[in-house]
């Protein structure tokens, strides 16, 4: 693995796996500061890939079709994420078109693509599960830039322009700081002659805020046509870098994350038969993380579920979590990373996250080493520090 500078200044790694056939490259790009509208960033991503002014979207689509090359361009919280996937003899061209994608787009079908991402917002919505998400993270984040949920989206979409849109892309290209990751056995020359001419990386202050800290509060909907109540506690945790985050990553596995043999699966699904679906999530941003439980169950069994959520995190407070179950919980973890990190571009994608949040293109061997250090003193301390009365608690339900 070796690192380096392109001419403009984007950071670049290069993994070296020898005789794979196929080579992955990911560009992140920062957001540094919130849109004006919600759905704003992200009717500028849905367009990238409609047409430059080299190719039409139909002929660019052909073009990646007919070379099997994956193309694909992501919005997220704190970045935008352009990536590909192509077979090695096909890696100068699939330079060649992502150059001409961020430099060239055109956003030609701007109203087309904003009908289009309603209907699919919409048909989202109808989803109770999506429904429910969409309740929290709107309740959780409030007026912030992170909280521009499906809903806020529906709701200010149309006040966006096709101008807005260029506008913010032309301000995130030329304001942020790019992290790009080669992971492959192909000619990494080519990066400079393709890449080097984007706009350089910059380092500037992002104006993306701290969210308000959380303080007891319950939302609900009432879905006439739910078949089942959905139920979703959340708390503020650290997020990734911290000296807490490799705690907080045990914790989720022990408590939601590790499926059959996770505590909250076998205390509310196997011994008191509460739950279709009970699991736990820590989803990290640059700017905060949230640490949250799920359960789907009967509309009658709310307030048992509840109490059983609550059942759990007092005893992982009180009670310090075994060595045994401690070190399967770190074995559990460093597996699925393991899992999660096989292809190129896996290996690709991760290391240019890491990258772009601030950290090592390798973080994950200091994870490791990390999870290794955790006591079961340090996840009852983390336990008692931010499982407080301070949560947002959501529910679905009939």
């Not at 979703?232 to 939601?256: C, E, H, K, R």
């Amino acid at each position: 693995m070796r690192e380096f500078k392109l001419k403009n200044n984007i950071n670049v790694c290069v993994k070296e796996n020898k005789n794979t056939p196929r080579a992955a490259l990911t560009l992140n790009i920062s957001i540094n500061k919130p849109e004006k509208f919600a759905g704003e960033y992200a009717i500028m991503n849905r367009l990238l890939l409609k047409g430059t002014k080299t190719y039409s979207s139909e002929e660019l689509s052909t073009i990646l079709d007919e070379n099997a090359i994956d193309l694909s361009c992501e919005m997220k919280s704190d970045y935008l994420r352009i990536r590909f996937v192509c077979l090695n003899e096909d890696f100068e061209r699939a330079l060649s078109l992502l150059n001409d994608i961020i430099l060239n787009s055109t956003f030609e079908e701007f109203e087309k693509e904003k009908e289009k991402m309603k209907g699919e917002l919409t048909a989202e919505l109808d989803s109770a599960k999506v429904k429910l998400s969409d309740l929290f993270t709107r309740t959780v984040y409030k007026t912030h830039f992170y909280g521009h949920s499906y809903t806020k989206v529906l709701e200010e979409i149309d006040d966006v322009t096709k101008e807005d849109a260029i506008n913010s892309y032309r301000d995130i290209l030329n304001n942020s700081t790019k992290t790009l990751v080669l992971v492959g056995d192909v000619d990494s020359d080519l990066l400079e002659q393709y890449l080097g001419k984007i706009p350089e990386s910059k380092g500037g202050e992002s104006l993306i805020e701290v969210p308000q800290a959380l303080k007891q509060e319950y939302s609900e909907i009432i879905k006439e046509d739910a078949n089942q109540a959905q139920i979703l506690q959340g708390w503020f945790v650290p997020t990734i870098g911290s000296n807490d985050y490799p705690a907080i990553m045990l914790l989720n596995v022990i408590l939601g994350a590790s499926g059959l043999s996770s505590r909250l699966f076998l205390e509310l699904r196997e011994k008191k038969g509460l739950a279709y679906t009970v699991r736990t999530a820590y989803e990290t941003r640059r700017k905060s993380a949230v640490f949250s439980i799920y359960i789907g169950t009967e509309p009658s069994n709310i307030q048992t579920s509840i109490k059983g959520f609550k059942e759990e995190i007092d005893k992982i407070k009180t009670i310090p979590v075994s060595e045994e179950e401690l070190k399967n919980a770190v074995n559990n973890l460093i597996g699925k990373q393991q899992f999660l990190t096989e292809t190129n571009a896996q290996q690709s994608n991760i290391m240019a996250y890491y990258s772009i949040m601030g950290k090592p293109y390798n973080y994950r061997e200091e994870i490791v080493k990390a999870l290794h250090q955790v006591t079961p003193q340090k996840l009852q301390e983390c336990a008692n520090k931010y499982f407080t009365d301070d949560y947002v608690l959501s529910v679905i339900k009939p």
